[in-house]
Structure formats: C-alpha cells, structure tokens
C-alpha cells in the first residue's frame, strides 16, 4: 500500500466552479499536511500548511483535515483559468520532517 | 518576498561525470532539503541538513551524493558519478524555523546522457 494515494486525474471543471482535491494516507504518524500548486516544469509552491485535524481557510482556498479516516482534501472556490495545474499533497511526521508527497492532480480549468 | 534560488536551472552531463547542483535558502531558514522527480513520477524526498549535518537521508541518497553548505548562504549537492537514473528535476527545499512550511527552489533539470 502507498503511503500517500492521490488521484492523478485530469480533473477538467468549468470556470467558477468549486475545484475538489484528495488524498488518502496509511501513516498515521503524519501529523503536518501542505498543498502545493505545480506548474509544468516548475518548483512546488506552496498553497496551504495545516497540523492535525481540522478545516483551514485562506482566500479562495480551504483545506480540510480528517486524520480518522486519513483523508485530506482542498477546495479551490470561483475557479480561474490560472488555476489549471498539478496539486501536491505533502505531509510529514515532524515539523521540520522529510515529506511524503501525492502523486499530483492535474486540474484543468476551461473558460 | 523571499525565495529560494536554484542554480543551474538545466545541465547537461555524461555518465560517469561529476556534477554539483547549487542552491541559496531563505536567508533566515535553519533545515535545508533536496528532494527530486523523475519525469511523470512524485516528488521523492532526498536528505534533509540542519546544524551543518544530515539530519535524514532516503535510500536514493547512496554515497555517490553528498550535500555540503560551504558557506552561510549556499547549499549544493554534489553527485560523483553520475547514472542514466539520476536524470531527474531537482529541488532545494529550505524550512521557516516558526513553523516548518517547506519553500520549494524552482529545480534544476539534469539530463545524464
């Protein structure tokens, strides 16, 4: 089993409608979980940082933690175009920790 | 805004040769990172440094790598002979000493021929 499952998509959405990512994990050592946004060929940047459980908001960003079932998601809300690329889920046991990253998603946003 | 620097952002290389990869942290970060992604793979986590030591390796990070900040600001990894494998994106990763939000390099692409 992989430690961190994530569909690689291509998720395909209209423009102004609400993007919805996941991942899955098995570690339940994990305690620090990040999105990052990847354009092609490009660095991760990243998008949202949260510890444990819980729902964290930042703009048209949300993600939401639920460490019971190992779940994470993040919603993107009022999808643009610039939105369109490939979404990270990292996550890690320590602060300072190594990640473990998803497999990307990649998130195509049509006008 | 603060970011990470990478540099050479491609390199060209022949198998067997020695190639060093060069990275400038944030300034006030304290753990440093390389992680790297083969084409259409993850992201995979290389070795992490702090305090001018390593503080975590993978199994990738065998002893044809080593990593070394020479100086205050610079952190390079250095792979000795290089394979057709190590063909890869590499990015430098350094870390907030506040709350351990890890900021991505925008990589150096390494083509082994």
């Known amino acids: 089993q992989k430690e961190v499952e994530q569909d690689p998509g291509p998720l395909s959405v209209p423009e102004g409608a609400i993007v919805s990512l996941n991942c899955t994990y098995s570690?339940?050592?994990?305690?620090?979980f990040m999105w990052y946004r990847q354009y092609s060929r490009k660095g991760p940047e990243l998008l949202m940082y949260t510890y444990s459980s819980g729902n964290k908001e930042d703009g048209r960003f949300t993600a939401q933690v639920d460490k019971s079932s190992k779940y994470i998601s993040l919603f993107i809300s009022d999808s643009h175009p610039c939105d369109s690329a490939t979404y990270l889920c990292a996550m890690s046991g320590g602060s300072w920790g190594k990640l473990q990253f998803g497999a990307g998603t990649q998130v195509v946003v049509t006008p | 805004e603060p970011e990470v620097t990478q540099t050479p952002s491609h390199q060209v290389t022949q198998m067997g040769q020695e190639v060093i990869l060069r990275c400038v942290p944030i300034s006030n970060h304290l753990y440093f990172y390389w992680y790297r992604q083969i084409l259409g793979q993850k992201v995979e986590f290389l070795v992490s440094f702090y305090n001018n030591e390593i503080s975590e390796k993978s199994e990738i990070f065998d002893d044809q790598f080593s990593v070394e900040r020479p100086d205050g600001s610079n952190f390079t990894l250095k792979i000795r002979s290089t394979k057709l494998e190590d063909s890869a994106m590499y990015f430098c990763a350094s870390s907030d000493p506040r709350g351990g939000q890890q900021y991505f390099g925008p990589g150096t692409r390494l083509l082994v021929l």
């Open positions: 570690n339940s050592a994990f305690q620090y």
